[in-house]
């Protein structure tokens, strides 16, 4: 199936060119929000994050680099059957294969946490040392929620299984089950509360790998951040998020997403713009890096 057929164009993000084949990376909305545990509206978040990147510079005085040196498309948003949790994560599945398959750079907007699960396998099976970094407030390593395996809750064990722990990296933890703080400590590369200090001190054991990037909004600190379905105080800054991301121009990233973004309860606009802005530092920050492992 082609790209176009799995997705609905609307506005596009800043600068993105309407160039697919040229493309180095490519935007990619997932609009899922049907097993938030608590506060929905993630559905909203990449047409809104796009809005919100019409007030943005395309130029990065943190990179040097602007947007308008970077190929990227914006695919727009993938159509899916809510109401149909496996269908919908198939397509998603789905449209990360082509994207890859293509030898490009997946960008997902999501969306909540468990877009991140059917990206994660199509990358696997393309990427077979693939390791995943996760950026997030929240574990996410329940084995299930209220009885379900596929949930936001459970996408990191449920990920655990596909590439297995030891490849799975977990950053900015400060909320989870006692289970899910001993899961961690034993079974993935778990460094709770810090973000960026622990990113550069483990660089060396995945420098040479394909790495996929996922960024949870809510590891920043609500009062940054408080448009998302799950807040949780005691969180990073926004400086240290824009510099864990600068960190990726020095890493193979063959596929990331942003997820958790609820615009309903961001009522000051203020998160999704930090969204956006991240969206425009990782665009920088991956398309300078060198060539994906096996492309
Ligand atoms: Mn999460």
Redesign the pocket.
């Known amino acids: 199936m082609k790209l176009s057929d799995l997705c609905k164009r609307n506005r596009s993000f800043l600068e993105a060119r309407d160039d697919y084949d040229n493309a180095r990376a490519v935007l990619l909305g997932a609009p899922l929000d049907i097993t938030s545990s608590w506060r929905m509206g993630s559905r909203e978040a990449p047409q809104a994050v796009r809005d919100a990147s019409e007030g943005l510079e395309e130029y990065s005085p943190r990179l040097d680099r602007s947007l308008s040196d970077c190929a990227f498309y914006d695919a727009g948003d993938l159509l899916l059957p809510l109401g149909n949790l496996s269908g919908s994560l198939n397509r998603i599945g789905q449209a990360i294969r082509v994207i890859a398959g293509d030898g490009k750079v997946p960008f997902m907007l999501g969306g909540e ?1 468990l877009v991140t699960l059917p990206a994660v396998q199509a990358m696997a099976e393309l990427f077979p040392s693939l390791v995943v970094l ?1 950026f ?3 574990a ?1 390593l329940r084995d299930d929620y209220l009885g379900e395996g596929l949930s ?2 459970t ?2 064990r449920r990920i655990c299984e596909v590439v297995g722990g030891r490849s799975v990296y977990q950053f900015g933890i400060r909320s989870g089950t006692k289970d899910e703080f001993q899961y961690g400590h034993s079974h993935t590369n778990f460094f709770p509360f810090d973000v960026a200090g622990s990113l550069r001190s483990c660089l060396p054991g995945f420098v040479e790998r394909p790495v996929y990037v ?1 960024v ?1 909004i ?1 590891v920043v600190d609500p009062a940054f951040a408080p448009g998302t379905g ?1 807040p949780e105080p005691d969180g990073i800054q926004p400086s240290e998020i824009f510099e864990s991301l600068a960190i990726l121009k020095e890493l193979q990233v063959v596929g990331c997403d942003i ?2 973004l609820a615009p309903p309860y961001d009522t000051s606009g203020i998160t999704t713009m930090l969204v956006a802005k991240m969206v425009r530092e990782s665009l920088l920050a991956l398309t300078r890096a060198a060539s994906p492992v096996g492309s």
Request: proline share 0%; glycine share 0%.
């Open positions: 946490h996760q997030d407030a929240h996410d936001h809750a996408a990191l996922t949870d809510d799950t997820v958790e």
